[in-house]
T-cell receptor, first 113, second 114 residues
Framework: DVKVTQSSRYLVKRTGEKVFLECVQD?????MFWYRQDPGLGLRLIYF???????EKGDIPEGYSVSREKKERFSLILESASTNQTSMYLC????????????FGSGTRLTVV | GQNIDQPTEMTATEGAIVQINCTYQ??????LFWYQQHAGEAPTFLSY????GLEEKGRFSSFLSRSKGYSYLLLKELQMKDSASYLC???????????????FGKGTTLSVSS
């Protein structure tokens, strides 16, 4: 069964901490994405990557960075966590042209206190 | 600009039929997707339309009209487990270099009662 795995299901961090959210896929997909999902706002794209070491900003990249050193792993980094980054974070991957669209990870619910 | 609209909430009863509409205005178009998302879980793929017409898959069907920028998801013989959010998403090949980006609507929360 193909999978996108996010390392943590729930996470609580303090304001100002550096936070790493990890995502690993086993489908050899070129494209990986990080979204955050908030009530009433839907899914908003933070960053995506279409190849190793390649990245592009999404709609809301401020306060975030990403790393893709290996094809299967895409990390989201909160440089200095703030309370307005409390959210559900979803990782997704897809092969270019794949008709099923994205495969999502199970999500990480991050609370910044 | 990019915009995808769908109703915020809908309610229905077990055994009924419900239609969830989605309208979109995007710079490009290369397919429309419907996802189901239960509370606290990740979205899961339901359907994909790239040509006009109806795609049927069991109790779920999805329709697309590209000229009208319109799609709907039809759920038949509703069950309590169908209570979830339903996300409409458009693949816009102009959005990123790889042509893979999906633009999501805010989702429609469907509540099914007995």
């Amino acid at each position: 069964d193909v999978k996108v795995t996010q390392s943590s299901r729930y996470l609580v961090k303090r304001t100002g901490e550096k936070v790493f959210l990890e995502c690993v896929q086993d489908m050899d997909h070129e494209n990986m994405f990080w979204y955050r999902q908030d009530p009433g706002l839907g899914l908003r794209l933070i960053y995506f990557s279409y190849d190793v070491k390649m990245k592009e900003k999404g709609d809301i990249p401020e306060g975030y960075s990403v790393s893709r050193e290996k094809k299967e792993r895409f990390s989201l980094i909160l440089e200095s966590a703030s309370t307005n980054q409390t959210s559900m974070y979803l990782c997704a991957s897809t092969e270019t042209g794949q008709v099923n669209g994205y495969t999502f990870g199970s999500g990480t619910r991050l609370t910044v206190v | 600009g990019q915009n995808i609209d769908q109703p915020t909430e809908m309610t229905a009863t077990e055994g009924a039929i419900v239609q969830i509409n989605c309208t979109y205005q995007t710079s490009g178009f290369n397919g429309l997707f419907w996802y189901q998302q239960h509370a606290g879980e990740a979205p899961t793929f339901l359907s994909y339309n790239v040509l006009d017409g109806l795609e049927e898959k069991g109790r779920f069907s999805s329709f697309l009209s590209r000229s009208k920028g319109y799609s709907y998801l039809l759920l038949k013989e509703l069950q309590m487990k169908d209570s979830a959010s339903y996300l409409c998403a458009v693949r816009d090949p102009t959005e990123n270099q790889a042509g893979t980006a999906l633009i999501f609507g805010k989702g429609t929360t469907l509540s099914v009662s007995s």
